[in-house]
């Protein structure tokens, strides 16, 4: 492959003496039969099992073919360093878990460090502990001592990485390392990249559901922190498989041959998972009078101040989203902006709109929100449901309605401690109810035993509603699983809905899938938000707008050759990484 | 090439274990998973106690005493297998005709030509050779591999024999009974130089396998090389920042001198001479580092890369004389009621030794291109 030098090769024949002189001694066939057979044992693979496997308690961990497999593989094939790259929903930590735990059985463990994302750890740590009795102690632990007071050690990456911590944490000679969403580590210029590359270890299993979020470059990354040398240097590497003028993939076949040394990828459609079906009901809600009016008033009020400094586009895009969210959590951003931060201009525009919130008797949203959890209560068992909504003010007062109503409410959000977030969703799955939370829920907890969802308001970002609905339909969700979208007639959300999502097919697309098209999008300079702000921003009228959002998602589409070529370079990427190789 | 290696079953290694230890005079007393052993006096043996206790698989988490775990991991299966490798390299075993069932070849296995009958008539013994070979590849990186590899050679003609090989594997595996055996008799120098062809041939063979360990191997050499460049890159980097720093400090100095009084002055200028050594200093290395980068650092090129140069040692394990009887098998071939003899070569546990050729297209019949039809002629697949 490219150009790079060869190393020297030296070929040599062992001396025959030994066996001549063996020869000349003599045997017996059936001594001489015994040698044979050692000498084919000897080179042997040792056995194909894992013998850890009996003692699980099914009743604890369902495990799934692809994940025996994949554990397998990982271990015996991949020499104890691989990267497990299943889509979402598919149960990685599953297969990290078997590992561990054969590792356990086989006495090769004695030091292991688990680093994640720092609101996974408490969960890996439930999941290790409950499903395979390995105890771990997390760095959210009081008992937590130090890197290097504990053999098991579960931490947040930025805690391993911190001043504090580095030291210790390198200075060790660690068996294994897990890392959890390995795509964090993406990025060779990070701390984080540096603190992976520094460490010592034996074994390692890296996790992640994109293995590409941009660009190929991520791949080599995450695989050659993992195998340093497997795709020899990051030059060689670009300009052997990336043909840099179109973006396309070439030297498909070396590329997926090499990364099946070191990749497991089994994909949803080919494993033997049976996913209930997911029913999407986006109903759209005419807003009072005083809403379309204060909803006109921030999108002028929006659309002036951005036509005059284009530098406060974030806190203008945060406005216009918390206006179809609650009167409340809009009402937070504005005084926030007048008050404390002594907003100069515009002054007059934002105290009238502050006037209109206050003329905002009814909440059209929260009203609506009743008879969804109503139907719920009478109909779903423990009355679950899950609201999602970006905004902690709207979280509130949600949840202030709902229990004035009689219901049972749990709240969640980025502010709980680990601890605290374990409870909620232990209390939510006992008492059921309704749990509102932010997004802080969205990577890794698994709400399965709650199947209907709402989406009080919709994230503009499409991974973000798929990694919500993640969270209930996955591996050990039983039942259907309903997903209410609720937006205001004539808003963004409905423009945002209608107009696009449903038309890219958002709800029905894997996570995989959806990465995909949103790198693909985001490659090219704006994000998927930033499209949508400034079609906003630009046009003339509401029948301007409307053909904008429908102009881009019919570009959406009609442009699907550009997602489908970068599909096609996924699925030219990781073809092959279905259920794996057999044991040929 | 086929793989000599066996997988390493609980099964296998308990038959293996069990056979050896009674080859060495060993008694066993079985109860379940747990065997009592007693090895005689004078037993061929280094690594065995006089009497011990065998606990089969893994279960038991605390062994007691004079007990030994025995599972494909188990230490006192890879003393066992070390110690049979060593004790008896060399043998010999026979094949005949009673006890080998005649192979018919893969291209008449197919098509609608049915096998009525196959007789071996044997017309004389051969002897071939079958050496067992480990090949490894060594190198620093974690491509490092091992594998074991089968060649059988007659004994006479130095003829690679393709079917020997797999029906010794086969032989010599857990599953099959044991083939009778004997004294070695072929002459030393003969087997010398029938192990050294084979040396040969199994490097021939292996050669894709080396290529793409080659190739890894140069590649985490490449990268390594690389990444001590970026290092030394950021090292320079480094170092012009300090020189700049330096520079600056220097400049500062003299204005110092030129507006300070006699005793600053004094101090001023000793400052300015330690700027300016540390200076120079930096310079050369700043220099030296830049002259080795662009000579692209060649040392430590060809340090990282003889590091990961590769190594591949070819050693023969065992050497087993096969005698086996060659002569011609009749096959009676059958088709739509019309009967034909076919005779070719054979040679028992070696299969058919010699090439059949279509009679229409004069094409050789191979697995690729079978007989088809013996209507009127014999009909290869390509032409029919």
Not at chain 1, 331 to 352: F, N
Not at chain 1, 374 to 380: D, L
Not at chain 1, 416 to 433: L, T
Not at chain 2, 147 to 174: K, M, Y
Request: hydrophobic share 35%; glycine share 6%; charged share 30%.
């Amino acid at each position: 492959m490219g150009s790079y030098d060869l190393v020297d090769i030296e070929v040599s024949h062992e001396s025959t003496d030994d066996l001549l002189a063996s020869w000349d001694e003599g045997s017996d066939g059936d001594a001489h039969l015994l040698s044979v057979q050692a000498a084919r044992l000897r080179a042997g693979r040792p056995d194909s099992e894992l013998w850890s496997l009996k003692q699980l308690d099914e009743n604890s961990v369902k495990m799934l073919e692809h994940q025996v497999d994949a554990a397998y593989r990982a271990l015996f094939e991949m020499d104890g360093k691989a990267l497990l790259a299943d889509e979402v929903g598919l149960g990685k930590t599953i297969e990290v878990g078997m590992i561990l735990k054969e590792m356990h059985f086989r006495e090769t463990d004695d030091s292991v460090l688990v680093l994640t994302p720092a609101q996974l750890a408490k969960q890996w740590q439930a999941e290790l502990r409950e499903k395979f009795g390995l105890d771990f102690v997390c760095n959210y632990d009081d008992e937590f001592a130090g890197f290097d007071a504990h053999d098991y050690v579960i931490a947040s990456i930025d805690t391993a990485k911190s001043e504090r911590h580095r030291q210790t944490v390198l200075d060790r000679d660690w068996d294994v390392l897990v890392l959890d969403e390995a795509h964090y580590v993406k990025n060779e210029e990070t701390d984080r990249y540096d603190l992976i590359d520094r460490l010592s270890y034996n074994y390692a299993f890296f996790l992640t559901a994109t293995p590409i979020q941009n660009e190929l470059t991520d791949l080599y990354n995450v695989v050659s922190l993992l195998r340093p040398g497997l795709f020899g240097t990051r030059d060689v590497f670009h300009h052997y498989f990336v043909n840099s003028n179109q973006e396309t993939l070439v030297n498909r076949n070396e590329l997926q041959e090499r990364l099946s040394k070191v990749m497991i990828r089994n994909r949803r459609e080919d494993t033997d998972i049976d996913f209930t079906d997911r029913t999407i009901d986006t109903r759209t809600f005419e807003p009072t009078p005083k809403e379309r009016e204060l909803y006109q008033a921030v999108t002028d009020y929006v659309k002036g101040a951005y036509s005059q400094d284009q530098g406060q586009k974030l806190v203008l895009m945060l406005l216009q989203k918390e206006v179809v969210s609650s009167p409340v959590a809009l009402k937070q951003t504005i005084e926030k902006r007048l008050y404390e931060q002594s907003e100069l201009g515009h002054t007059s525009e934002l105290e009238s709109i502050l006037d209109l919130i206050e003329e905002v008797d009814t909440v059209t949203k929260q009203e609506r929100l009743l008879e969804i959890v109503e139907e719920a209560r009478n109909n779903v068992e423990m009355g679950r449901v899950i609201v999602f909504t970006q905004f902690r003010a709207t979280q509130r007062q949600v949840l202030d309605r709902l229990a004035s109503e009689g219901y049972t409410v749990h709240a969640f959000h980025g502010g709980h401690s680990s601890d605290e977030k374990e409870q909620i969703v232990e209390d939510f799955e006992e008492e059921g109810g309704i749990l509102v939370s932010t997004d802080a829920m969205s990577e890794g907890r698994n709400l399965q035993f709650c199947n209907i969802l709402v989406n009080l308001d919709l994230p503009w970002n499409p991974m973000r509603v798929e990694q919500r609905i993640g969270r209930v339909h996955r591996i050990g969700q039983k039942r259907d699983v309903f997903v209410f979208n609720m937006a205001l007639k004539d808003t963004v959300e409905e423009y945002v809905l209608e107009r696009l999502y449903h038309k890219i097919d958002l709800f029905q697309q894997s996570v995989g899938e959806l990465s995909s098209i949103l790198s693909r999008l985001e490659e090219s300079g704006t994000s998927f938000e930033d499209e949508i702000f400034e079609r906003l921003m630009n046009a003339g009228s509401e029948v301007d707008l409307e053909n904008d959002f429908d102009a881009m998602a019919v570009d959406l589409r009609e442009q699907r050759d550009l997602a489908d070529k970068l599909e096609e370079f996924n699925s030219g990427v990781f073809e092959g990484f279905d259920l794996g190789a057999s044991d040929d | 090439m086929t793989d000599a290696s066996v997988p390493v079953t609980q099964s296998a290694v308990e038959s293996f274990a069990e056979r050896y230890l009674r080859s060495l005079g060993c008694t066993i007393e079985q109860r379940g998973d747990t065997w009592d052993v007693s090895v005689p006096e004078g037993a061929d043996t280094q690594s065995l106690p006089d009497e011990f206790t065998v606990v089969c698989g893994t279960e038991s988490d605390s062994p007691e005493e004079n007990t030994e775990l025995l599972h494909p991991e188990s230490r006192l299966l890879h003393e066992l297998l070390d110690e049979a490798v060593r004790r008896t390299p060399a043998g010999r075993i026979n094949l005949t005709s009673e006890s080998t069932e005649i192979e018919l070849p893969e291209w008449l296995r197919g098509g609608d030509v049915e096998v009525r009958n196959a007789e071996f008539a044997p017309y004389y013994d051969r002897s071939a050779l079958v050496v067992l070979f480990r090949v490894s590849i060594e190198t620093v990186s974690e491509y490092q591999r091992e594998f074991l590899r089968v060649v059988a050679l007659d004994a006479r003609s130095g003829e690679s024999l393709e079917g020997l090989e797999r029906n010794f594997l086969r032989i010599t595996s857990f599953t099959d009974d044991s083939p009778s055996g004997g004294q070695p008799s072929l002459g030393r120098e003969n087997v010398r130089g029938l192990v050294d062809e084979g040396q040969r041939q199994v490097v021939d063979r292996v050669q894709d396998l080396i290529d793409e360990v080659h190739e890894e191997a140069s590649r985490a050499a490449d990268a390594e090389v690389e990444e001590f460049r970026q290092m030394q890159q950021q090292r320079i980097r480094e170092l012009e920042e300090r020189h700049e720093s330096l520079s600056s400090k220097l400049d500062e100095s003299r204005a110092t001198i030129d507006a300070s009084e006699q005793v600053e002055r004094v101090e001023a200028l000793k400052q300015r001479k330690q700027i300016k050594g540390k200076l120079e200093e930096l310079t050369t290395e700043l220099s030296d580092l830049r002259r080795r980068r662009d000579q692209g650092f060649p040392e430590r090129q060809k340090e990282i890369r003889q590091r990961h140069a590769l190594d591949v040692k070819v050693s023969p394990l065992t050497a087993t004389q096969v005698e086996y009887e060659r002569g011609e098998v009749e096959i009676e071939l059958a088709e739509e009621g019309v009967i034909q003899p076919l005779t070719v070569g054979y040679g028992i546990g070696v299969g058919v030794t010699d090439t059949v050729q279509c009679t229409v297209c004069g094409r050789e019949i191979t697995s690729q291109n079978p007989l088809v039809s013996i209507i009127g002629e014999v009909n290869c697949d390509e032409c029919h």
